[in-house]
T-cell receptor, first 114, second 109 residues
Framework: EAEVAQSPRYKITEKSQAVAFWCDPISGHATLYWYRQILGQGPELLVQFQDESVVDDSQLPKDRFSAERLKGVDSTLKIQPAELGDSAMYLC????????????FGPGTRLTVL | SQQGEEDPQALSIQEGENATMNCSYK?????LQWYRQNSGRGLVHLIL?????REKHSGRLRVTLDTSKKSSSLLITASRAADTASYFCAPVNDYKLSFGAGTTVTVRA
């Protein structure tokens, strides 16, 4: 069964350092999402790609976060510099797109900023 | 905000019992989706109900939608230990899912 892959699964870093997360969506899924989930809360959309284009990054803190999907397949989310408040689970999801398709989520990357 | 709000925040039931959780939202939607998350892992899609549907079934799951009240409910029948998880509703407007804080369900053996 096809799955969304993410790496690393866990990341511990010190504040002010740079971190990067990688996501490989299900083959054929044009739409890719990055979410942040703080403990005890639901996922919050950070950025959405349609192929290689950003269609929604309204909740992405652009002073420190960046995301790219250069060839319209896999994607990287970067934080530089990391802050204590960035500690969270970062989830990647993919879908066929549109409003009526389910999103398939990866296992997530648990980030701890010390 | 379009964000779904689940109620109750937490639910503890005995194996074999039914579990019901509710979701409210504020504006018009295309559809509403329910997801499950086990112990700090990725989310799994459970069911999607369109705005013109009132009820939908999938295995032991039953979802209702009342667009006049802007609310939905998820019923899990004959619960099992494996149903222990957090359940999130996600109202969908255009393409965007807006998750609430979820309902944490614990099924006791």
């Amino acid at each position: 069964e096809a799955e969304v892959a993410q790496s690393p699964r866990y990341k511990i870093t010190e504040k002010s350092q740079a971190v990067a997360f990688w996501c490989d969506p299900i083959s054929g899924h044009a739409t890719l999402y990055w979410y942040r989930q703080i403990l005890g809360q639901g996922p919050e959309l950070l950025v959405q790609f349609q192929d290689e284009s950003v269609v929604d990054d309204s909740q992405l803190p652009k002073d420190r976060f960046s995301a790219e999907r250069l060839k319209g397949v896999d994607s990287t989310l970067k934080i530089q510099p990391a802050e204590l408040g960035d500690s969270a689970m970062y989830l990647c999801a993919s879908s066929l797109g549109g409003s009526y398709n389910e999103q398939f989520f990866g296992p997530g990357t648990r980030l701890t900023v010390l | 905000s379009q964000q779904g709000e689940e109620d109750p925040q937490a639910l503890s039931i005995q194996e074999g019992e039914n579990a019901t959780m509710n979701c409210s939202y504020k504006t018009s939607i295309n559809n509403l989706q329910w997801y499950r998350q086990n112990s700090g892992r990725g989310l799994v899609h459970l069911i999607l109900i369109r705005s013109n549907e009132r009820e939908k079934h999938s295995g032991r799951l039953r979802v209702t939608l009342d667009t006049s009240k802007k609310s939905s409910s998820l019923l899990i029948t004959a619960s099992r230990a494996a149903d222990t998880a957090s359940y999130f509703c996600a109202p969908v407007n255009d393409y965007k899912l807006s998750f609430g804080a979820g309902t944490t369900v614990t099924v006791r053996a």
